[in-house]
Structure formats: structure tokens, C-alpha cells
């Protein structure tokens, strides 16, 4: 069965063609990054090489029909028609979808519905529908949601301090992001290390979360009714005293738009530095002698590790900590940082193994009680299981 599993995220748009049979094969896979910038590119990898592209100030809508004319033109799709489905990834869908689900009117609405409040992901998501929809029109589409992985965190942790009629009414409780990385790493974890019962990853990228794996389940997350919420990301604040957006628009008269554009993209990383949202960058300007930036590194630091520290007060102890995503997985300097102080719970990283955990580097980075593990996360791969699983069950 030919998959192609689509993940239209923020910032970027990756990609991955597989073979899914009795064996899982990845055919290529692709990233088109630094979207809305000048330096955006495409980078494909297969068997035949890498292939970079260089295209500046790609958008989603041109970024998306780039990757499906390098998918042809790469020789190993003949043409779209070839593949038996795309799976998509779909961030929010509220309440109302929260499984994996072939793609229909009832998908988009739930779709629509949260996309102003998701706006960074929904929108996008839409437009991939759209133009997969017009392009292949009989090929099925499938959509694999983040918020499936969290239906397992008990209800004491999903509620809000909301008027229960509200919060009933519109759906209102936490849901949790980042689930087909979770889902992978939990299933991960578990084959590279017997202390898996307690785990504690990191998914940290242009969207960052922190979320506790109890036994293979999700058991709690900082991200919440959106993707919003929880530690700072890139440009999006993560958790702030809501009553400062009320001040805003009685002190500055700010509108539902402006507050939407500055807590999407205007705020957390670039809004505190002035100069980025992308950790790289900070981490040059701090070398410069560029305070504000520094800052913002400090603070990133701060709230991940506070997470890390109440997942492990509320699991009574972790026995791994993993790092994965785009900083996750590169950054050794951020994920030492980070660690410092945490010894009192076992967690001690080895300077030596961090630095060598870089590029895609899968393994161990501590010689602690708590493991501290570097594990490149598989997003795509979950993605198109789950379209196959699906499909499959459609034949029967």
C-alpha cells in the first residue's frame, strides 16, 4: 500500500512516501522549511540522494504544490494517482473529531470551526484538503489527529475552572498537541529502555510541549484547548495570565484580529527577542552580546524545565527524559541547559554523549538514575500507519 503522509504545520511542510505491507519501507521524504521567509527551501531525501531547492518566500499554497511536483519528478511516484491514500495530519478538531477519520464534511467543519482560535495549523491543513481534493479527487484522504494520543489524561487534569455549562456546552477543556510524536515516542522508548513506565518527553520545535507518559499513555500536557498554551514557542506565548488580553483591548483597543496576529506571530520567542523566533538565531545574537535574545533562551529554558519538574512531582518520579522535535533533537547546548539543577531527580546529562547526539542521532546522552534520551521523532511514520490501518479496515 503507497502512503503519503503530509504534515502542513506552521512553519514548515514535511512529507514522507512509504510502502506499508508487512514491512514499513520509507520510499523519501521531504521538508520544505523557514515558510513566509526568504530563505525558504525544499529538501528531499531518497536513495538517489538529497535534493535542495532553494524558492524564497514560499507560502503553504506554493510550498504544497512544490513538494507534489518533486514527489513526480523524483521517479518514484509515477504520478498522484499511483498512491492509494494521503494521510494528513490535523492538529484541533476539538471534541467533535478526535479519531482518526476519512476526511468528509463533518472533518472540515470541526476543522473550520477551530480555525481562529488554530489559526497557525487549521488554516493550512484546509488548504492541503483543498488542493489534494481538486488534484486527486478519487484518491481517499485521511485525517490523523494530534488529540487522539490524550484521550488517556484523566478528566481532573483536562478541566477547566470554567463555568461547567460552558465548558460543556463549547467543549472546553484541555486536549493536548504534538499526540502522533508522543505516540512514537512512547512506543519507542519502550523497545530502546526497560525504564519507560515514567517518561517525560519534550517535543521541542517551532511548536514545543512537554507531556507525561505514564505506562505508555499520555497522563498530562501543557498544551491545552489549543496549541497555544503551555511553554513559549517560537512566536506563540505559551501559558500567560489571560485577564492581560482584556487589559489589552480596554488599554490599547486592540481588536479579536490584532490579538489573534500577536499571539500567533508576534509573541514568544520573536516577541521577547526582537530578533527570532528560531533558536539558531537567538543562540548567535546571545553570542553577540544581544541581551534580549539571551533572555528569551532563559526563559525557554525555564518554562520546559518547569514543566518537567511538576510532570515528575505529579507521576511520583520519572525514569526517562526524552528530547525530540526540531530543538529536541539538535540543540545540545538547550538540552543541557535545561537539565542543569534537575539532579535531584536522578537527571544528570553527559556532556560528551550530548554533544555527539546531533543530526538525527538516536541514543542515551546521561550516565543518571533518570535516562536522558535523544529520540528523533517519527511523525509521518505514525501518520501513514495509521492511514494504512484504516484503509485496510475499508477492504475487509
Known sequence: MRILAVNSGGSSIKYELFEIGEQETSILR???????????????????????????????????????????????????????AIGIKLINGGKRVMETRFI??????ALEDLASVTSVHNPPALLAIDIFRRIVPHIPLVGVFETTFHRSIPQAHRVYGLPWSLSTEYGLEKLGFHGN?????????????????????????????????????????????????????????????????????????????????????????????????????????????????????????????????????????????????????????????ICEGLAFLGIEVDPELNAQMVGGKEGKISRSTCEVWVIPTREELMVARETARLIAQKRR
Open 30 to 84: 521531504g521538508n520544505i522549511k523557514r515558510l513566509y521567509r526568504q530563505d525558504s527551501f525544499l529538501e528531499q531525501m531518497s536513495s538517489s540522494g538529497t535534493l535542495v531547492k532553494n524558492v524564497p518566500n514560499l507560502d503553504h499554497e506554493r510550498g504544497l504544490h512544490l513538494m507534489l511536483e518533486s514527489l513526480t519528478e523524483s521517479g518514484y511516484l509515477k504520478d498522484l494517482t499511483s498512491l492509494d
Open 104 to 109: 468528509d464534511d463533518e472533518v472540515l467543519a
Open 181 to 337: 510524536s508522543y505516540r512514537y515516542i512512547a512506543e519507542r522508548i519502550a523497545e530502546l529502555s526497560p525504564h519507560h513506565k515514567r517518561v517525560v518527553a519534550c517535543h521541542l520545535g517551532s511548536g514545543c510541549s512537554v507531556c507525561a507518559i505514564k505506562d505508555g499513555k499520555s497522563f498530562d500536557i501543557s498544551s491545552g484547548f489549543t496549541p497555544q498554551s503551555g511553554v513559549i514557542m517560537s512566536t506563540r506565548p505559551g501559558d500567560f495570565d489571560p485577564q492581560v488580553l482584556l487589559y489589552l483591548v480596554e488599554k490599547a483597543g486592540l481588536q479579536l484580529a490584532d490579538l489573534n496576529r500577536i499571539l500567533t506571530r508576534e509573541s514568544g520567542l520573536l516577541g521577547i527577542s526582537g530578533v527570532s523566533g528560531e533558536m539558531w538565531e537567538l543562540e548567535r545574537a546571545a553570542k553577540e552580546g544581544n541581551a534580549q535574545a539571551q533572555l528569551a533562551i532563559d526563559v525557554f529554558v525555564y518554562q520546559v524545565k518547569k514543566y518537567i519538574g511538576g510532570f515528575a512531582a505529579l507521576m511520583g518520579g520519572v525514569e526517562s527524559l526524552v528530547f525530540t522535535g526540531g530543538i529536541g533533537e539538535n540543540d545540545a547546548y538547550i538540552r543541557e541547559s
